[in-house]
């Protein structure tokens, strides 16, 4: 009783510190896997050039998990949301774009030598590699055939790093993998399933005629560039 005591009074004050200043004493911003974090690092920088006295917290999530970090009022805004968020009430959210997967595999993988399109018969003999869904009540995974063999990591760059060892196959964002296909370290395969795509939007709690803080606002109108939504979709390493 006494820690929720304490929870509430550090609340007021972070309240009664926004309404003086206007500024959030802390925003939470999660980001999913699939989102590029060098546009991330890039706003984060041009927030700090501000010199506001907000501090951010930047929280990874994956699928369903992106999403139940904003409901549970644990972020203030999340960046990369891929699933249905109809049955949300009071959340505003934007479209970032249609993001592109490709089906990767190593060039030593079996299936790099194959004929294509690989049949969802032929994926079903080979290891995929799959992204943990980072929600406590969800377990969606996406591109798996039933019955395969599934090597399960918790990041997109654990399932990058698979993927590369020859590890296991699977669909990963073209802007991720493309420094690695260039390379030669990966090649793309094409699939008779239908083709990879997420349609990914950002988020944030409270009703459309609530002004938001100065700091969450600063944060929405970057989104609002369709040059910076490009990146989050395509810029995953330093040009």
């Known amino acids: 009783e006494g820690a929720r005591l304490l929870q509430e009074i550090d609340a007021v004050a972070h309240r009664v510190k926004r309404v003086a200043t206007g500024w959030e004493p802390q925003l939470t911003i999660v980001i999913d896997g699939a989102v590029a974090r060098t546009p991330i690092f890039e706003l984060v920088e041009a927030f700090y050039a501000l010199t506001p006295p907000t501090t951010l917290k930047l929280r990874d999530g994956i699928l369903n998990g992106t999403l139940e970090v904003l409901t549970s009022g644990h972020a203030d805004l999340a960046i990369g949301v891929a699933v249905n968020t109809s049955n949300v009430s009071e959340l505003q959210t934007r479209e970032i774009g249609e993001m592109d997967f490709v089906f990767a595999v190593a060039p030593h993988h079996p299936l790099a030598g194959l004929d294509e399109p690989l049949s969802d018969e032929l994926l079903l003999r080979h290891r995929m590699v799959a992204v943990a869904d980072s929600g406590v009540r969800s377990n969606t995974s996406f591109g798996?055939?039933?019955g395969q063999d599934v090597l399960t990591v918790d990041s997109m760059q654990a399932k990058l790093e698979a993927q590369i060892r020859g590890i296991?196959?699977?669909f990963l964002p073209?802007?991720?993998?493309?420094?690695?296909?260039d390379a030669g370290?990966?090649?793309t395969r094409q699939v008779q399933r239908a083709s990879r795509n997420l349609r990914l939007h950002y988020a944030w709690p409270g009703p459309a005629h609530r002004t938001?803080?100065?700091a969450l606002q600063w944060w929405l109108t970057q989104l609002e560039s369709p040059a910076t939504r490009k990146a989050l979709m395509e810029n995953h390493h330093r040009q």
């Open 144 to 146: 798996l055939v039933n």
């Open 168 to 170: 296991g196959a699977g």
């Open 174 to 181: 073209r802007g991720m993998v493309q420094a690695y296909l």
């Open 185 to 187: 370290l990966l090649v």
């Open 212 to 214: 938001p803080g100065r």
